[in-house]
């Protein structure tokens, strides 16, 4: 693996970066300034390309080097957890990546049960938009939200959901919405990474005129289920996201449930060899049972 450079060189590299300061990573390391600066210039040397950019008022990373520091530090962090299995004798570690909204709505509240039924496993959950690196060895599996377009995985949709109007039980009440139309009146919330936006709902179920601003704009459900449960307009958002919402009453689809547009956006990822590890076999026949029951 001769293009692989020296693992000194790259933790110069992630520390520096890291802390925006050749003597604050130099401090983490136990280094001199002076040595991770060296460090950091074979590596630049190595790969014949600036990692970061000097000035008077200190050291940022480059746009080449932002790129870089995104593979590397999962890279890292994947050792560092091997290391960490096998100083600790763990041997059914599971290492399950998620996008933010489902990681924290739909599965955080179901992983009791799993812990409960493998009591064996030792479970890793990560989550961020960006999708784990399988090459690098940063999951063992990927719960990704979008349009699948992954070659060489498996792709499994999860479920089918309905992307509904939801707002308080109060906001639908002091504005009186009870036809598609009204909803041009009211404040909408968006949520820009949303496969389902206002436009392709408005043109489903009005004479396809849409809103051309919003009230306000995120970009993760998770935010934009909780500003609808604030009062801060109408949310176009999953039924089954905002599944606990609903239940308690936090929310409600504004025009009841039939004024959805249904998809198959969640889908848990692997590559094939790695279903015939035992934890990874146990997560997905739990997942896909959980799945079922939405």
Do not use: C
Not at 8 to 15: M, Q, R, V, Y
Not at 49 to 77: D, I, W
Not at 150 to 172: H, T
């Amino acid at each position: 693996m001769a293009s692989v450079p020296p693992t000194p060189n790259l933790l110069a590299f992630e520390a520096v970066a890291r802390r925006r300061s050749f003597a604050l990573a130099a401090s983490e390391l136990h280094l001199t300034a002076s040595a991770v600066s060296h460090q950091v210039a074979r590596l630049e040397s190595h790969l014949g390309v600036r990692l970061f950019e000097r000035s008077a008022r200190g050291v940022r990373v480059s746009p080449a080097g932002q790129k870089y520091l995104e593979r590397v530090t999962g890279a890292l962090a994947a050792i560092g957890a091997a290391t960490d299995d096998l100083r600790q004798g763990v041997h059914n570690s599971l290492y399950v990546h998620s996008a933010p909204s489902i990681a924290s709505l739909w599965l955080m509240p179901r992983l009791r049960d799993f812990a409960l039924a493998h009591p064996e496993i030792a479970l890793n959950l990560s989550a961020a938009h960006t999708h784990s690196d399988f090459a690098l060895g940063q999951a063992d599996i990927d719960i990704r939200y979008g349009v699948p377009q992954w070659q060489d995985l498996v792709v499994v949709p999860l479920f089918e959901e309905r992307i509904v109007p939801l707002a308080s039980p109060e906001f639908i009440r002091e504005n009186r919405l009870k036809r598609p139309e009204q909803l041009l009146t009211v404040p909408l919330i968006l949520s820009n990474v949303n496969v389902v936006q206002w436009a392709d709902w408005f043109a489903e179920f009005t004479d396809g005129r849409a809103p051309d601003r919003f009230s306000v704009q995120f970009d993760r459900a998770q935010m934009s289920i909780d500003a609808a449960t604030q009062g801060l307009g109408v949310a176009l958002e999953s039924a089954t996201l905002a599944s606990r919402h609903l239940a308690d009453g936090r929310l409600k689809p504004v025009l009841g449930s039939d004024a959805a547009i249904r998809v198959k956006a969640h889908f848990a990822v692997y590559p094939a060899q790695y279903a015939k590890r035992s934890p990874v076999e146990a997560f997905l026949a739990w997942l896909h049972g959980e799945a079922a029951k939405d």
